[in-house]
């Protein structure tokens, strides 16, 4: 009976404040490193690798995510398991298997992590089998290994079905407009939301607090400014 492995897969979102948009932290790694071959073959993935036999799950989550970005002090929230017993069988992904895995035939089951941060406050460096590593736009995500983009795509919607304090609070400011709060679950849900029914629900959940501040040096009229009432 072939041995079951356990890993880690990590899918940190990141917010650009700039482009007003939401991106994935990728990794391309070379899926031969021993070729001599001038351009070496390369594949998208996302953040994961196994966990070690007496390890932590959460700690290996760290570590793995540090191993392969140089990211650390993440908030990682585990979100889903993911064990198809072919989902690491697929022949785009043999030639890699062959090379980094002992035993490439080997049935893994994967534990998603997921975390989303203000982009402009990390700065990913490519370590260990990671070649690249680079924010995508989750409009534009390409073929990834394994069942990656199946993880990305579930990690989606967990994160617009779960949007609250916990993520919101993460990519704001400590005192915003409601305008400011309306869009980023704009961009994180992509949908466009009835700017008097949001302001309505969101209020009603008890979750703010008025600071008694308006904005300053904008050419509009100044807006109410809020906070969490966590915070």
Known sequence: MSKINVSVDCVIFGFDDTEKKLKVLTIEKKVDPFSNKKHKKTQFAIPGDLIELNEDIDDAA??????LTKLKNLYLKQFKTFGHPLRVQQKKDKEWLENFRDNPNERVI?????????????????????????WTNIENIPEMAFDHNIIINDAIEFLRTKINYEVTSELLPRKFTLSQLQELHEIILDVKLDKRNFRKQIISKGILKKTNEKQKGVSHKPAELYKFNQQ
């Open 110 to 134: 994967t534990i998603g992590y997921v975390s989303i941060v203000r982009m402009e406050d990390y700065d990913p460096e490519a370590s260990y089998f990671a070649h690249n590593v680079c």
């Open 62 to 67: 760290n570590r793995i995510l540090f191993s």
